[in-house]
Nanobody, 116 residues
Framework: QVQLVESGGGLVQAGGSLRLSCAASTRIFTVDTMGWYRQAPGKQRELVATMTSGGMTDYADSVKGRFTISRDNTNKNTAYLQMNSLKPDDTAVYYC????WGVGTWGQGTQVTVSS
């Protein structure tokens, strides 16, 4: 089973930036879709952004224009989430997700806290 390792979370002031990384533990095949989801306390997990191996992206309305998802050019199984103009409402645990062969798998999550 492919495992996902996330990094890059932390504490930042409103208006600041953070970059999350997610690396899938395989180079044998290319993961179809990689994405980021988040879950704030007391709320359901929600989509933040996804990117297919072909480069198609999808974003939640709340992050459009502020967040950018990308995948490494040399290792397509590594994904990044560049988060700019962060708001306190962006505070959540961010989870990486990968879909391959119709199977989805999750990372362990990384905390992002935005102070006002």
């Amino acid at each position: 089973q492919v495992q996902l390792v996330e990094s890059g979370g932390g504490l930042v002031q409103a208006g600041g930036s953070l970059r999350l990384s997610c690396a899938a533990s395989t180079r044998i095949f290319t993961v179809d879709t990689m994405g980021w989801y988040r879950q704030a306390p007391g709320k359901q997990r929600e989509l933040v952004a996804t990117m297919t191996s072909g480069g198609m992206t999808d974003y939640a309305d709340s992050v459009k224009g502020r967040f950018t998802i990308s995948r490494d050019n040399t290792n397509k199984n590594t994904a990044y989430l560049q988060m700019n103009s962060l708001k306190p409402d962006d505070t959540a645990v961010y989870y990486c997700n990968a879909v391959y062969w119709g199977v989805g798998t999750w990372g362990q999550g990384t905390q992002v806290t935005v102070s006002s």
